[in-house]
């Protein structure tokens, strides 16, 4: 099966500019995450849905990011304005939303330098 | 927070058994204990999970001690495309439907020495 589609794969911006990030989950996965991996460190959770619920933003910095899935299908997060620390990598996850203790299937991502 | 604790990295023969070590003293009886890794330039890949047996598949075999403090992956016969960084997570029970995040830590960093 097709997995967890990313792109663009690598975006450099300047401080202050804007950019975003496009996920395609894998089909019929109602669970759609975002993680934010800084260099050195694990993934950090930034934003939950199910299906085009938001479950958990709890991490999420709301006064520059925002995180849409409309129709319950694919997402994109989006940076405005972008600061030099959050260069990273950005990682859409999905699981089927089923029930618990599900695996998560993660894409690889798009890595972020903002200069 | 991460709730388990694992060395920062570690080295292993090419052919060998890897054993992971991971501490979680704090487990709650109904957590599980889940293994993902990390090749360079790709997302997290699901290993494998258990709550109080051992469990083995096709990639690994997860051992947890009879109180549920520590655990160790073992990768039976290491190959360099192993060398990885590995996240032995602690899973929050689900609190809502659909509610599966993961929290990882920083993992160990398994180099497969050829």
């Known amino acids: 099966e097709a997995g967890v589609a990313q792109s663009p794969r690598y975006k450099i911006i300047e401080k202050r500019q804007s950019v975003a990030f496009w996920c395609n989950p894998i089909?019929?996965?109602?669970?759609l995450y975002w993680y934010q991996q800084i260099l050195g460190q694990g993934p950090k959770l930034l934003i939950q849905?199910?299906?085009?619920?938001?479950?958990?933003d709890s991490q999420l910095p709301k006064d520059r990011f925002s995180a849409e899935r409309l129709k319950g299908v694919d997402s994109t997060l989006k940076i405005q304005p972008a600061k030099l620390e959050d260069s990273a990598v950005y990682l859409c996850?999905?699981?089927?939303?089923?029930?618990?203790?599900?695996?998560?299937?993660f894409g690889s991502g798009t890595q972020l330098s903002v200069l | 927070d991460a709730k388990t604790t694992q060395p920062p990295s570690m080295d292993c023969a090419e052919g060998r058994a890897a054993n992971l070590p991971c501490n979680h003293s704090?487990?709650?009886?109904?957590?599980?204990v889940y293994w993902y890794r990390q090749i360079h330039s790709q997302g997290p890949q699901y290993i494998i999970h258990?709550?109080?047996n051992n469990e083995t598949n096709e990639m690994a075999s997860l051992i947890i001690t009879e109180d549920r403090k520590s655990s160790t992956l073992i990768l039976p016969h290491a190959t360099l495309r192993d060398t990885a960084v590995y996240y032995c997570?602690?899973?929050?029970?689900?609190?809502?439907?659909?509610?599966?995040?993961?929290?990882f830590g920083t993992g160990t960093r398994l180099t497969i020495i050829p």
């Open positions: 996850a999905s699981s089927l939303g089923q029930g618990r203790y599900e695996k998560l299937f």
């Open positions: 704090t487990i709650s009886g109904n957590e599980y």
């Open positions: 089909s019929g996965h109602a669970t």
């Open positions: 997570i602690v899973r929050d029970p689900p609190s809502n439907f659909g509610n599966e995040k993961l929290t």
């Open positions: 849905f199910q299906n085009n619920g938001v479950v958990d």
């Open positions: 258990g709550l109080k």
